[in-house]
Each structure stands twice: as C-alpha cells, then as structure tokens.
C-alpha cells in the first residue's frame, strides 16, 4: 500500500505508527460538510492538543535556556513565536498545504494556502506527533522548526517587544530621554474615533500611525519610526 505521507515523513525525520492519525491532521471541517460520511473527524480536537502542546515546549524551553529573563518577556516571546504567522511559514516549508482535505469552495478560495489553516494544521501536527511518538519528538519538532536560529534572533533582537517598547529602549540608549507622542488629528464620532499620532525626538518627527486608539495609534507611529530606522 502507497504512503502518500512518506514526503512529509521524510522531511521532517518522523515515521507514523499510526496513519489515520496522521491522516487526521489534514482534515479541514470544510471537508466533512461536502463528506459526510468521512470516517475521521476534523483536525480541530488535535489543534486545541497541538496548541497546548506548543504553549509548554516554549514554556519549558525558555525557562531552561534564559532564565535571566523575566516572566513578562517570557510571555512576550513567546506570543511573538507562536503567532499564526510563524507557525503558516514553518507550515509552507514543510509543504503541508498538499495534503490538506478541503472542501470545493476552500480549495477553490486557495484554501491550501490560507495562512490561518495552515497555521491551524501545523498545531494539529504537533499534538499527533505528541500522541505517536511522544512528549520528547514533539518537543525536538519544535525546536528545530520554529526555535532553531529564530528564537535566538528574536531575543537579541528584542523583536518580542512592541515597537513603542523597542523605540523606546533604543531612544533611551542613545540620547537618555523618551520619545514624545503627539496627536496630530482626532476624526469620526466618539464611538468610532480615528487618531493620527506623531512621534518626536525633541522636534524631529520620527514616525506618524493612525489608529482607533491613541494607544493603537501610538504603536503605529512607533513602528512607522523603527521602520524608517530615524533614529
């Protein structure tokens, strides 16, 4: 009998004892509302699994390898590494996207190469790999495709950090005072107001964001400067 798995398996050095469960990563609920009759369920039960999973492998991973940190970026870290986006990336690489089951309007709306989904069956892929082969494969998983290289480069990089928080580091570094933020233009109803913010340097406009917050704003702004690299 033909693997159509073995691709996958070969890549990422892993070999299933069970098949259907591996099987089961890739059923997308669109499927099962065109197949009724569809001998596993959706992928959702191993994504709420391959979540929790994840959570504790950074967990344990950033305590033993920067316990210097505090629990804060810990926290920060670790929604900046397991965010969708990374985890659809990662998700691309390994080319989960060719064995997904989709419904005819998914795949027609390139549901194969939905960001959310993929990002969704790659949780769904740790917890089988946690059921199959246990705790300490899943974790070795993790670590070299989301952790390996990356990780490091987030953490010097204080990319966990929001970009007013990383502009302010950088501003309190080099000149010893804190950037200022200024609201440029405030529009629409109180309900649906919409903010336009600057942020200076002593009189230098270093960045300007619009938002439905002056907080939202204000990280706008921040990072428009960060990006421009100002400072």
Do not use: W
């Not at 919409?194 to 406009?205: E, I, N, R, S």
């Amino acid at each position: 009998m033909t693997n159509k798995y073995q691709p996958l398996e070969n890549t990422i050095g892993i070999k299933f004892k069970n098949k259907k469960l591996l099987e089961n990563v890739f059923v997308h609920r669109s499927y099962l509302n065109e197949h009724k009759n569809f001998y596993l369920p959706s992928n959702e039960k191993l994504e709420f699994l391959g979540d929790s999973v994840l959570s504790l492998v950074t967990s344990i991973y950033l305590y033993k390898n920067y316990p210097n940190l505090a629990e804060g970026d810990y926290t920060d870290i670790k929604a900046s590494i397991v965010r969708t986006e990374s985890l659809g990336e990662e998700a691309k690489n390994i080319q989960i996207g060719r064995y997904l089951l989709l419904s005819k309007g998914e795949e027609k709306g390139k549901g194969k190469e939905n960001i959310n989904i993929l990002a969704d069956c790659f949780e769904a892929l740790i917890a089988a790999i946690f059921i199959d082969r246990g705790f300490d494969e899943a974790y070795d998983f993790i670590l070299k495709y989301l952790f390996k290289d990356k990780l490091t480069y987030i953490i010097e990089k204080k990319l966990y950090l929001s970009p007013k928080s990383r502009l302010q580091e950088i501003i309190q570094a080099e000149y010893k005072i804190l950037p200022d933020y200024k609201i440029l233009e405030e529009k629409g109803p109180e309900h649906m107001k919409t903010f336009k913010v600057g942020v200076y340097l002593h009189d230098k406009k270093l960045g300007v964001g619009s938002g439905n917050s002056k907080k939202q704003a204000e990280e706008t702004a921040a990072k428009n400067a960060l990006e421009k690299t100002a400072v």
